[in-house]
């Protein structure tokens, strides 16, 4: 059973990941694909899917979603409203 499924969010999970893994961790919540994951971190697309499942296996999530609501509730990301990302400023 994941942490997200059993409701015990654990933060010594985040201990289970490499410094490059909890690097991408965040970007995965924030919606970019490995692409972007890739262009922003000067690795190749194949590298940070690559990442991204280590990260889902070391963690118990199923996927992407699983990724970003982990990141949520861990507080590695914050909801922004639709004013601030629209925002030139936010």
Do not use: H, W
């Not at 059993?6 to 201990?15: A, I, K, T, V």
């Not at 961790?25 to 890739?38: C, H, K, M, S």
């Not at 262009?39 to 590298?47: D, G, P, Q």
């Amino acid at each position: 059973m994941s942490p997200l499924m059993n409701g015990n969010c654990q933060p010594e999970l985040m201990e289970r990941l490499s410094p490059r893994e909890r690097e991408i961790l965040p970007l995965v919540a924030q919606g970019l694909d490995n692409r972007e994951i890739g262009k922003k971190l000067f690795i190749s697309e194949k590298t940070a899917k690559n990442y991204i499942t280590s990260i889902r296996k070391k963690l118990g999530l199923a996927n992407r979603t699983q990724i970003a609501l982990y990141a949520l509730r861990e507080g590695l990301i914050e909801l922004n409203s639709k004013e601030e990302k629209e925002s030139p400023t936010g």
